[in-house]
């Protein structure tokens, strides 16, 4: 795992789209797996500028979202197909047909998920997978004790995760209770991972995840197994690391190794 050391969480934000852009400078035909929540926000609009500058273009590109919320349709203002819309997809040339989320208000969300994954395999499988990480080290909505072997599927949200996520809804009870999500075993089969953590907040979940123990109680500690990880942090998120002096020796400003 490569742990990326940025000064503030901007430059990390800048940090991961920079990732997503080289990317898609080296295959324009790239499969890119997207993530929503907070975190994502400022990646999205690095994306744009960097689009708007003429340094990138998604025309060519598909893009596989984590997870959608059961029960929204795709018009639901707070659905992730929404969410997506308003922050990336109507700013950059992506071919909307090519944009991929899971349906939430499928008649069958079992054979939605079954669809996904098959949909993902057909693309040739995703280049690099943009994650962000719960408070309670969940990765997509694999909340602790997912399989780590699990493919997309439904899961029951937290008390925590929905009381987290209440601040985009109306109320608390408005936030759905389940998610069709990826799961560990289609986020590990990524050529790359890119998990993106900024904030206090994340900080114990963070540690959980490079130096905790592998196991579902942290999902995202899967990511250990993964050959090609890249997890980017900013000082807050890395504040509790006990490895932080050589993260940020063999990474000096979240850039690649020195040697090797
Ligand atoms: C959503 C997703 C989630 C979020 C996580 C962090 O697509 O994958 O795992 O990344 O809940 O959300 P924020 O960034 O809002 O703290």
Redesign the pocket.
């Known amino acids: 795992m490569k742990v990326l050391v940025m000064d503030s969480a901007e430059r990390a934000a800048m940090r991961a789209g920079g990732l997503i852009a080289d990317t898609l400078s080296a295959a324009p035909d790239a499969v890119l797996g997207l ?6 926000e400022p990646v999205y609009g690095d994306l744009i500028a960097r689009h708007r500058a003429g340094a990138i273009s998604f025309a060519r590109a598909t893009s596989f ?3 959608e919320y059961v029960g929204l349709p795709p018009d639901h203002p707070q659905s ?1 197909r929404q969410t997506m819309q308003r922050l990336l997809f109507d700013h950059v040339d992506f071919d909307p047909s090519r944009c991929h989320l899971p349906r939430g208000d499928a008649t069958d969300p079992h054979g939605e998920a079954q669809r996904y994954d098959a949909a993902i395999a057909a693309a040739g499988g995703i280049d690099i997978q943009l ?5 309670n080290g ?4 694999n909340e602790p004790t997912s399989s780590l072997g699990a493919r997309t599927r439904i899961k029951t949200l937290t008390g925590g ?1 929905r009381k ?2 209440a601040r985009f809804f109306d109320t608390e009870q408005a936030v759905p209770r389940y998610a069709i ?1 990826m799961g560990i075993a289609n986020i590990l089969e990524a050529r790359h991972c890119v998990l993106l953590a900024t904030g206090e ?2 900080a114990d979940a963070v540690a959980r995840m490079i130096e905790g123990p592998l196991g579902a109680d942290c999902p995202a500690s899967a990511l250990q197994l993964h050959p090609r990880a890249s997890v980017i942090v900013d000082r807050k998120a890395a504040s509790r690391l006990r490895m932080i002096d050589y993260y940020l020796e063999i990474h000096p400003g979240g850039e690649e190794p020195i040697i090797g």
Request: aromatic share 8%; net charge positive.
């Open positions: 993530a929503t929540g907070a975190t994502m979202n984590l997870d992730y994650l962000g990480i719960g408070r969940h990765i997509g909505f995760t987290a996520n999500t907040a994340k």
